[in-house]
């Protein structure tokens, strides 16, 4: 039997590798909307391996024990942050409409009274009913529909179930997932592949290690802002606004309007700051905007830059459309997503040109400036082995 086998010509396997690529394509497009749970459970997954891999570096502990460890610690933060937070959040969301809801009645009251120019007369009566109508069936219940909106949009026991099996899975079997992936391909190219995965890893380690610092900046910036001016809940809305740095620019810019509109309706707690509301939220604008630009033009611009290697007009630019075309998750992906395509473009560009797979000046490939032709190969695969062994 083996005798009447022969290989696939070179454009048989050229045509069926196409005709699989566009089969794949066209089925990952057909379940794309099931798809967000696993993107969502591997950037979990991603965030909290870090963890993993220090425990099992830096103790006696296994990588399976290592994991049980560091799921069921993040399950237990999941579960337990937002039950302590919540609370804190509600009272200050059911104060904003206490406070929006006066506000509407001392505008119904003015509206009600007549009131005269000279010569004219002028009644508010109707613009007062429409407004009593809109207090009383949208304001006055805004509390009980956000919180039947929080339940309706919140993510289902079913899929929250298959997030939490996803993440475990993805923690306990990656380093078999890579070595499989990287096992399917020839020998010669192992390698490559496992630089490849390298330097790939290494940007997602740099934009995390980016972001969680950026956060932290913002979220303390932000407190110590809005605590100097007085603006009450100062830790939660600077916690809002860490958080949310995650969107860049429209989360500090959400947030900032969530802190001015508090400052809007309540002004300011300290007694050495004796002005109106309107000028403690004139005031909370002009610091956002002196912190923002500050963000924008100089603490982003050099985290990021040092992270992934971007441009900063390609990250906004990016983030932005990603936002629109994807929601939040895109704009959480998009930026080392497009590290990633570059840097796999760049290798596939190398090979097709039949240059070096990597620029051998980068410190992955090379420590030494000038070294011969043997000792570079010499040097990749022993570096390469020693980042597999890891």
Same mark, same amino acid.
């Given at each position: 039997?083996?005798?009447?086998? %022969?290989?696939? #010509? !070179?454009?048989?396997?050229?045509? =069926?590798?196409?005709?699989? &690529? @566009?089969? +794949? *394509? ?30 099992? %570096?830096?103790? #006696? !502990?296994?990588?399976?024990?290592? =994991?049980?460890?560091?799921? &069921? @610690?993040? +399950? *237990? ?314």
């Amino acid at each position: 039997m083996k005798e009447h086998m %022969r290989p696939w #010509s !070179l454009s048989v396997r050229y045509l =069926v590798f196409a005709a699989l &690529f @566009i089969l +794949l *394509a066209a089925g990952l497009w057909a379940i794309r909307s099931v798809l967000e749970p696993l993107v969502i459970a591997a950037f979990i997954a991603y965030l909290i391996h870090p963890a993993v891999n220090y425990l099992t %570096r830096r103790t #006696s !502990l296994a990588r399976t024990a290592a =994991v049980n460890l560091v799921y &069921f @610690i993040t +399950l *237990a933060v999941l579960i337990g942050t937002p039950s302590t937070l919540t609370p804190l959040f509600f009272d200050e969301f059911k104060q904003v409409i206490t406070d929006v809801l006066n506000l509407f009645d001392q505008l119904i009251v003015w509206l009600v009274k007549p009131h005269i120019i000279p010569g004219l007369p002028i009644d508010f009566g109707q613009w007062a009913n429409r407004l009593t109508q809109f207090r009383s069936t949208f304001l006055s219940s805004l509390p009980d529909q956000a919180l039947q909106l929080l339940g309706k949009t919140s993510v289902t026991a079913l899929w929250l179930l298959v997030i939490l099996t996803a993440v475990y899975y993805f923690l306990a079997e990656w380093p078999r997932l890579r070595s499989g992936f990287v096992d399917s391909f020839p020998e010669g190219y192992h390698a490559e592949l496992n630089e490849l995965y390298q330097r790939v890893r290494s940007i997602w380690l740099n934009y995390l290690r980016g972001q969680l610092l950026l956060m932290a900046i913002v979220g303390v910036a932000f407190t110590i802002a809005w605590t100097v001016i007085g603006i009450p809940g100062a830790l939660v809305l600077g916690v809002v606004a860490g958080f949310l740095t995650l969107i860049p620019d429209v989360g500090p810019f959400l947030a900032a309007m969530l802190a001015i509109g508090v400052a809007l309706l309540e002004g300011s707690n300290w007694r050495w700051m004796p002005a109106s509301n309107f000028i403690v939220a004139l005031i909370a604008l002009a610091v956002y905007l002196i912190l923002i630009a500050i963000k924008n033009f100089w603490l982003r611009p050099f985290i990021m830059g040092r992270s992934v290697h971007m441009h900063e007009a390609l990250v906004l630019i990016s983030i932005i459309l990603s936002t629109i075309l994807w929601g939040i998750l895109g704009a959480l992906l998009v930026v080392p997503v497009l590290a990633t395509l570059g840097v796999v473009f760049d290798y596939l560009r190398r090979r097709i040109l039949g240059m070096p797979p990597f620029p051998l000046t980068e410190s992955f490939v090379l420590e030494a400036p000038m070294v011969s032709g043997q000792e570079k190969v010499a040097a990749l695969k022993s570096k390469i082995s020693r980042k597999k062994k890891e």
